[in-house]
Structures are given as C-alpha cells and as structure tokens.
C-alpha cells in the first residue's frame, strides 16, 4: 500500500501531467480496470482505453487545473484534492467563442496495492462552474 506522501505526490502529478497535456504520462499513472466518474452521477468510464478518450477531450479544451493541498485517509488508499480550474466551455452550453468554464471540485482518487490509481470520482455541482467570456468576465 502506498504511504500517505506517496498518495498525495500521485494527485499533484496527476494535475501537473493534466497541465502539461501529457495524455500518456497520465495514463501511466492509472491501473489498467481504472474507474472515472467525472462528475459524479454521470455513468463512469472503465478502463484505461475509456478515459483516454474523455481526457483527451479534456486536454483538447486546454484544462489548467490549481490544486490545493491534497488530503489521505487514515485507510491507506484514498487522496482528496481540491482543484480549482479552468477550460473551454463545452458546446452543450452555448456560450460564445473563446469562453471558458471556471470550475471547483474536489476529487476522490483510490490508489491500489501496486501505487496505482484505481479509481477517480470528480465532486462538482451546476453552482460550482461558471462561463466566463476571453476576457475573464462573467458570461450571462
């Protein structure tokens, strides 16, 4: 199992890979039957070749996500990270060109016997999201 220090480093490697549009370097970090349920009550992706394609979406709409300092469980497998962030709206939300979305959300992130991630689940409501147009101000 991994250590506390352990766990935490994965989350804030997990951001930084994220940042850095590494797809594969954020991979590497997942247990190949990784579960990813991104918001939480949407149906989660499963397995490694399933969230290779919604984070390539994500990294597409050129994410930048701020962590803040990660926190264990007294278990030994659970990381939670508040993230702050930001990327492209989606198109379902009609906003104008070049918005994007602001967000906060905590994720819950299960690290696995073999220092792998096995499962994430993204915390994040309607009222923690909101557009903003290019120039950073509120849209609608």
């Given at each position: 199992?991994?250590?506390?220090?352990?766990?935490?480093?994965?989350?804030?490697?997990?951001?930084?890979?994220?940042?850095?549009?590494?797809?594969e370097g954020v991979?590497?970090?997942?247990?190949?039957?990784?579960?990813?349920?991104?918001?939480?009550?949407?149906?989660?992706?499963?397995?490694?070749?399933?969230?290779?394609?919604?984070?390539?979406?994500?990294?597409?709409?050129?994410?930048?996500?701020?962590?803040?300092?990660?926190?264990?469980?007294?278990?030994?497998?659970?990381?939670?990270?508040?993230?702050?962030?930001?990327?492209?709206?989606?198109?379902?939300?009609?906003?104008p060109p070049g918005?994007?979305?602001?967000?906060?959300?905590?994720?819950?992130?299960?690290?696995?016997?073999?220092?792998l991630v096995t499962?994430?689940?993204?915390?994040?409501?309607?009222?923690?999201?909101?557009?903003?147009?290019?120039?950073?101000?509120?849209?609608?």
């Open positions: 199992m991994a250590d506390d220090a352990t766990r935490k480093a994965l989350a804030l490697e997990y951001c930084r890979l994220l940042n850095a549009g590494d797809l991979l590497a970090l997942f247990d190949p039957a990784v579960t990813f349920e991104d918001p939480v009550g949407t149906p989660p992706r499963v397995g490694k070749e399933a969230v290779r394609e919604y984070l390539a979406g994500v990294i597409g709409a050129g994410i930048t996500e701020v962590p803040s300092e990660p926190r264990t469980s007294m278990e030994g497998q659970m990381v939670v990270l508040p993230v702050a962030g930001e990327m492209d709206a989606p198109p379902e939300l009609n906003a918005a994007r979305m602001r967000f906060r959300m905590v994720s819950l992130i299960r690290v696995g016997a073999a220092g499962e994430v689940r993204v915390l994040v409501g309607r009222t923690d999201c909101r557009i903003v147009d290019s120039a950073g101000q509120p849209v609608g």
